[in-house]
């Protein structure tokens, strides 16, 4: 029995995120999670099948509440014997499995525990020359660069995505998209020519700073631009032959894999490439992230076109654009109570498994998703157990719906946090406007108040601009009806 919620991987909770069944698969999620996910996808996001009904799991949030309940009691019990902090009221999902992963260095609790990274080498990479690099000096201010070929805006990328991937210690590859000879199995590509695997695991800070600077110098060289944009040829490639690089215990297929492109064109054969995606998204658990190194408007529509095409049967997509255009659909979307920064821009260019990460750039987020984004950015998670500070802060923490209190906690938190570049504003500033946060959960808490009910629906307008619409419109109203009753 799983306690956690398989999109959001949040513990369930009776007011903030009730369990609910899908029909007729049997999965299980969170109702906010899935209320979002249906939005664009009406299939199982664990098994994929079509979803019928979305039916209240009361009985397994019951089951949990008692669980809750032993486990206090036992723990107030052996209170005066044990030297451990106090009990979390979180219940642990020990279906999970474990990751290699230094999740404590994470922006964001990514998923995935293994990630491929296909370096686009074509030739238009260094004919054009509308790239654009944002480069952070000393974790101040950000840097723009206009004008720069496309090669050196995705040898930035991967040289950000490389620091955070050792960062966080995460096993991964890196390969070229066209190696030095062309053949039809994976010996085309040479180890430290034409790819470098990192394994934290089993290598040592030595050997991983020595490939590092392989992957920075030898990889990333301006002489490995060649060929075209085969994508549905290495995408065949790693779909026959992932075993190879993650092993082959009998959980494999069910591991999280993130499978990440940086490019600047249109694969060679479009068709090809989708139904290589499609085998991968049959096989395994694949996150895609297309990371896009051009403005090139016929380019960003083919893959934001195949986000919707193919979307609903990977695991998840996301296209990260540039620091800039991902910050503002961000804002657009209507999420302002966090600043985009650098680091969580790299976060989600390396492939960021998490529904949060998703959604910011897609619609505004609601209490249960605001809440668990503002947890990650402040250090504070329910289900790992990361550091005794982090477990102090998950045991201290209110519950988002006890409002002041859970704000009041937050903003202690982040006034311990250093401020972050706001690239839009060009200021430092901190993670979270605590204030922004506070008018979200209140706008989202239930009332019966109808002075409250008017406050929050004016709100509400003047958050999407149309308050002065609003009031132009009442007026008019009250003009015409005084006209016909005169």
Avoid at 402 to 415: A, H, S
Avoid at 417 to 428: A, G, I, L, T, W
Wanted: with cysteine.
């Amino acid at each position: 029995m799983s306690t956690c919620c398989y999109i959001c991987e949040e513990s369930y909770t009776r007011t903030l995120n009730p369990p609910v069944t899908l029909t007729p698969c049997g999965h299980c999620a969170c109702q906010p999670c899935i209320t979002s996910w249906q939005k664009s996808k009406n299939s199982c996001p664990e098994c994929r099948q079509p979803i019928q009904k979305v039916v209240q799991n009361r009985s397994l949030m019951n089951l949990i509440e008692e669980q809750q309940k032993n486990k206090r009691a036992n723990d107030e019990a052996n209170k005066a014997t044990t030297t451990t902090s106090s009990s979390s009221c979180h219940v642990m999902d020990t279906a999970r499995p474990a990751t290699s992963k230094n999740r404590q260095k994470e922006v964001l609790l990514d998923k995935c525990e293994y990630a491929v990274y296909i370096i686009d080498n074509s030739q238009s990479m260094e004919y054009y020359h509308d790239g654009k690099i944002f480069e952070c000096e000393h974790n101040g201010p950000i840097r723009k660069q206009r004008g720069v070929m496309r090669w050196h805006e995705a040898c930035s990328k991967i040289r950000q995505i490389a620091k955070y991937n050792l960062q966080r210690e995460v096993c991964c590859s890196y390969f070229l998209l066209n190696p030095n000879t062309r053949k039809k199995n994976l010996s085309d590509w040479t180890e430290n020519v034409d790819f470098v695997t990192f394994d934290p695991l089993h290598e040592d800070v030595s050997t991983l700073n020595q490939k590092y600077e392989i992957l920075i110098t030898q990889l990333l060289s301006a002489g490995n631009i060649r060929g075209s944009t085969p994508l549905d040829e290495i995408t065949r490639y790693f779909g026959r032959n992932l075993s190879k690089f993650i092993g082959d215990d009998e959980r494999f297929a069910h591991k999280p894999i993130c499978y990440n492109v940086i490019t600047d064109g249109q694969p060679n054969s479009k068709t090809a490439f989708e139904r290589e995606l499609k085998y991968l998204a049959d096989h395994y658990n694949i996150f895609l992230t297309i990371n896009l190194c051009t403005d090139d408007d016929d380019i960003v529509s083919y893959y934001n076109e195949l986000d919707r095409k193919i979307g609903k049967e990977l695991s998840g997509m996301d296209v990260i654009d540039d620091l800039e255009a991902e910050q503002r659909e961000v804002i657009e979307a209507g999420n302002t109570f966090f600043v985009y920064s650098a680091a969580l821009h790299v976060c989600r260019m390396a492939g960021c498994y998490s529904v949060v990460a998703d959604l910011m750039d897609e619609e505004r987020m609601l209490t249960h998703h605001a809440n668990k984004l503002c947890n990650e950015l402040c250090g504070v998670s329910q289900n790992e157990d990361t550091g005794a500070a982090r477990n102090r802060n998950r045991d201290e923490r209110p519950n988002c719906y006890e409002r002041k209190n859970y704000v009041r906690f937050i903003r202690g938190l982040v006034k311990a946090k250093p401020n972050v570049y706001d690239f839009k504003s060009k200021q430092m500033k901190p993670i979270i406007d605590v204030d922004k946060l506070d008018t979200l959960l209140w706008m989202n808490e239930p009332s019966n108040d109808a002075i409250e009910k008017l406050q929050k629906w004016l709100t509400k307008l003047n958050q999407r601009g149309l308050l002065l619409y609003a009031v132009i419109g009442v007026v008019v109203v009250l003009v015409l009806l005084k006209a016909i009753s005169t």
